[in-house]
């Protein structure tokens, strides 16, 4: 296949390597310029130079430069994986046989840019990829392909991504484009009774609140690690938690300290209590960096009876 690509990022590096290495010839790599704030060159970009491609880095794909662009590439298909920018319809429909593009949830849930986060802090025990056909609404356009993913209850974003959804979304966007290209493929169109949309997941929603119920905090440390992680208050300085374990007390009674109260420091971490239980911090993350939970301890002077997220 003649292939366009549009992305950015490891997946986006990925997928043209992928591409690449079955043999089809990619004849245009589109991804957003270099972040002038950043010492580092965007990723997709270096793995075009690496493999003789010269990339093509537009401020915006609204704009006649990226139409022509799309145009003299002459492709079969186009590929969008992990896209930061706006494609317009204009863009996405000028090769042969269109556009797709990966999204990390079974549309048309968890619509959105941070799809696995919500799903993980939600409590959802599944997920998936969709590979579907852009539109000009977020994440709305006609279903081509979609793979379930299984969240286990103690998965963390970082897992569900990197073990699952990135290796099998490769492989989906391959396996769509062939059937796209050999005019095999379904379209089905979103039943928007099922849809929902959520925002990044930014600070505010990592923020951990200790008086809710254990299960919706152990949840949340999953759905931010390894980002953004999240996140409680020690006095004036603010602490990321990362690993964990949580104890649901047998009932409420047997809930020991006050939610936000430290009652169990050991060698190797430290016991926060919450509604319904304790969550075991076993890797955090305060000034001086990622530490395992008794680092922290020590590096807040932390002794039991002191508070958290007040």
Request: proline share 5%; glycine share 10%.
């Amino acid at each position: 296949m003649r292939v366009a690509l549009i992305g950015s990022a490891d997946f986006g590096k990925a997928a043209l390597e992928a591409f690449l290495d079955r043999g089809d010839d990619v004849v245009a790599v589109f991804c957003p310029p270099d972040n002038p704030k950043s010492s580092k060159p965007e990723v997709l970009k270096e793995a075009a130079l690496a493999r003789g491609l010269t990339p093509l880095q537009f401020a915006s794909l609204k704009g006649p430069e990226a139409a022509q662009a799309m145009i003299d590439a002459n492709a079969d298909i186009c590929v969008m994986a992990y896209v930061l920018q706006f494609v317009p319809q204009e863009l996405c429909k000028i090769p042969k046989h269109g556009t797709i593009q990966y999204h990390p949830s079974l549309l048309p849930k968890y619509r959105g840019p941070s799809a696995i986060n919500w799903a993980i802090a939600l409590g959802e025990e599944k997920t998936g990829l969709t590979i579907f056909r852009p539109s000009d609404g977020l994440d709305e356009g006609e279903v081509i392909l979609q793979k379930e993913v299984t969240i286990g209850p103690n998965d963390t974003l970082g897992k569900i991504y990197f073990d699952h959804l990135f290796p099998i979304g490769i492989k989906a966007l391959i396996e769509a484009a062939e059937l796209v290209a050999a005019g095999k493929h379904q379209e089905i169109v979103q039943d928007e009774s099922l849809a929902n949309y959520e925002g990044w997941f930014g600070v505010d929603a990592a923020r951990i609140h200790w008086a809710t119920h254990i299960s919706q905090i152990y949840n949340l440390i999953r759905a931010c690690n390894p980002a953004p992680g999240a996140w409680t208050k020690f006095g004036e300085q603010k602490v990321q938690i990362y690993d964990c374990h949580k104890h649901v007390a047998a009932t409420f009674g047997a809930v020991k300290g006050k939610p936000g109260e430290v009652t169990q420091i050991t060698l190797d971490s430290f016991f926060i209590t919450c509604n319904g239980g304790q969550i075991e911090v076993l890797k955090a993350k305060g000034a001086a960096g990622k530490v395992t939970g008794a680092e922290l301890a020590k590096e807040l002077n932390l002794e039991v009876g002191q508070f958290f997220g007040l």
